[in-house]
């Protein structure tokens, strides 16, 4: 009970290091990857407080999959960020403003792991003392989030559906041909420019034909 | 006081990094960085979820067949499996929108971006980027 007690303030303060970096870098390719690293990090925490099957999906989906997206969208777009300083006093203050009315609230909240939290009170023991009897899965997350909570389910599937629809349509006739904007001077994205161009002449653009 | 701040440790911790997330959305003009910031975001919301499913001294909700075994609360967990889903899926989403609008016009920064709207809407003599924003 301790060491997960310390095991989770110790990612927790890993969380916020990693937070604090995104926030601070301008190179997108670190971004990226620190956000995988903070995904993963969640992950681990999920396993210290018992969510097991979100710590799975979390470190495929979340740690894996949109880290594999945002690094193939990176292949088209710019590497650096520009700087731009003209809105941080603003959204600092929306920022803290809002976080203190949060933390206000928090302190109204139920400990953590504290069994007779409302949350505990509802539906959950029902799941927990008929689902093994009724359904004969052991792993309660499965049973809950396929037969008692199915249309959930459905309407997750639906969604990403749509999402998938609109990525293909989004993509549908999207040309491999990118602006050459000047980046920096590095070799290698100069390579990569050239390499780029090269692929635009050979395939012959839409407007023109 | 202590043992306070102890048991609301994860909420505090929570609210510190949503508002990171918070901050990069609302103060980055880059739109990969926004994303990047949304599921900041996104991801310390699963975690107050999670922290509020457990139970001390709990273990992981699968039966072992003992009924004195004291398990976690199964529902925040399914809840958030979903929402990691559909997390990944909006974030696709958003990745072939920067595509396209990087396509259209040359920029994912948010300023150059409404700079190159601007232009386009007055009367143009002749624009050096128009092959690509139609």
Redesign the interface.
């Known amino acids: 009970?301790m060491a997960g007690?310390i095991i989770?303030?110790f990612l927790?303060?890993l969380?916020?290091l990693i937070?604090?970096m995104?926030?601070r870098s301008s190179r997108?390719y670190a971004?990226?990857v620190m956000?995988g690293a903070?995904?993963l990090t969640?992950a681990a925490?999920?396993v210290n407080?018992?969510?097991?099957?979100?710590a799975f999906?979390?470190a495929a989906?979340?740690a894996g999959?949109?880290t594999v997206?945002?690094l193939?969208?990176?292949a088209?777009?710019?590497a650096d960020?520009?700087p731009?300083q003209n809105?941080?006093l603003l959204?600092?203050l929306?920022?803290?403003g809002?976080?203190a009315l949060?933390?206000l609230a928090?302190?109204n909240?139920p400990?953590?792991?504290?069994?007779m939290?409302p949350?505990?009170q509802?539906?959950?023991p029902r799941?927990?003392a008929e689902?093994?009897s009724a359904l004969q899965i052991?792993?309660?997350?499965t049973t809950?989030?396929a037969s008692y909570?199915g249309f959930?389910?459905l309407g997750?599937t639906i969604?990403?559906f749509t999402?998938?629809l609109?990525?293909l349509m989004?993509?549908a006739g999207?040309?491999r041909?990118?602006?050459v904007?000047p980046v920096s001077s590095k070799t290698a994205s100069a390579k990569k420019l050239a390499g780029r161009s090269k692929k635009s002449s050979a395939t012959p653009k839409g407007?023109k034909a | 006081m202590i043992e306070?701040l102890?048991?609301?440790?994860?909420?505090?911790?929570v609210?510190?990094?949503?508002?990171?997330?918070?901050?990069?959305v609302?103060?980055?003009?880059?739109l990969?960085?926004k994303?990047?910031?949304l599921?900041?975001f996104q991801?310390s919301v699963?975690?107050f979820y999670?922290?509020?499913?457990?139970?001390?001294?709990?273990?992981?909700?699968?039966?072992?067949?003992n009924p004195d075994t004291?398990?976690?609360?199964?529902?925040?967990?399914?809840?958030?499996?979903?929402a990691?889903?559909?997390?990944?899926?909006?974030?696709?989403?958003g990745?072939?929108?920067?595509?396209?609008i990087?396509?259209a016009f040359?920029?994912?920064?948010?300023?150059?971006i409404i700079e190159a709207k601007a232009r386009e809407s007055l009367p143009r003599p002749k624009r050096p980027?128009g092959?690509?924003a139609?």
């Open positions: 009970m007690l989770n303030i927790l303060a969380l916020v937070a604090v995104v926030l997108l971004v990226i956000s903070y995904s969640s925490m999920f407080l018992d969510a097991v099957d979100v999906t979390e989906v979340g999959i949109s997206l945002f193939a969208a990176m088209y777009v710019p960020e520009k731009s809105r941080n959204a600092g929306i920022c803290v809002a976080g949060l933390l928090v302190f909240l400990t953590l792991g504290d069994p939290a949350v505990h509802h539906v959950a799941y927990l689902s093994g052991p792993n309660v997350v809950v989030l909570r959930d389910t997750e969604v990403v999402a998938g609109g990525v989004l993509l999207f040309t041909t990118v602006r904007t407007s | 306070q102890a048991g609301s440790w994860n909420h505090i911790i609210v510190i990094l949503m508002m990171i997330g918070l901050f990069l609302i103060a980055r003009t880059n990969i960085k994303l990047v910031g599921s900041v991801t699963f975690i999670i922290s509020l499913g457990k139970v001390a001294g709990g273990t992981a909700p699968i039966l072992d067949g004291l398990y976690s609360n199964p529902l925040p967990h399914v809840l958030i499996l979903t990691i889903v559909v997390g990944v899926a909006t974030t696709a989403l990745l072939a929108l920067i595509l396209r990087n396509e040359g920029s994912i920064e948010e300023d150059e980027t092959e690509a139609e």
